[in-house]
């Protein structure tokens, strides 16, 4: 299926962004619109190897290696919202991976509980665009739509002619 081959490509994205180096602010618009900057706070050093080091597993097949270093990230008590989000989405990267599409939900539904102001742009759009995707793959149409219609109007967000097709094809199956 197209759309989970489309997921599959945006998840994987997602997963090697961990690997990139981190800004401590994010513009949210062309520069000089007067648009405030979003602070993200920073992913710490030992944090980020412990990602790094998941991926590393993922790499190579071991999913379950992977699952631990999440595990253990996930009891770290002082994770700042950035690191959360990383989290977050790494696991929702790995439950798709195991083809456990309400643990991806549940993932990135934790994720957009988030408070947004303090995750980089780039994750919440992707993290909606995916989530929107995987509400239509389980038939929860009504917020895939909403969140889809959401994810279209973000700033920065161009939607492209398969953004409608795929709008078009979510109305036509509610009607």
Do not use: H, K
Request: aromatic share 8%; charged share 20%; net charge negative.
């Amino acid at each position: 299926m197209l759309q989970g081959r489309l997921l599959r490509s945006a998840g994987l994205a997602a997963a090697l962004a961990l690997a990139l180096p981190v800004t401590a602010q994010e513009s949210e618009g062309e520069a000089g619109s007067g648009e405030s900057e979003r602070v993200v706070p920073a992913l710490r050093f030992s944090i980020g190897e412990q990602f790094t080091e998941a991926q590393t597993c993922l790499d190579e097949g071991d999913i379950p290696c992977a699952q631990e270093i999440l595990q253990d990230v996930s009891e770290i008590r002082d994770l700042n919202t950035y690191e959360e989000g990383q989290l977050y989405n790494f696991r929702a990267f790995l439950s798709f991976e195991l083809d456990d599409t309400d643990g991806a939900i549940e993932a990135y539904e934790s994720l957009m509980a988030l408070p947004q102001e303090e995750l980089p742009a780039g994750l919440i759009s992707s993290s909606m665009r995916n989530l929107a995707t995987l509400y239509l793959q389980v038939d929860r149409l009504q917020e895939g739509l909403d969140l889809y219609q959401e994810w279209m109007a973000l700033p920065s967000v161009t939607p492209n002619s398969s953004d409608y097709y795929l709008l078009a094809s979510i109305y036509y199956q509610l009607e």
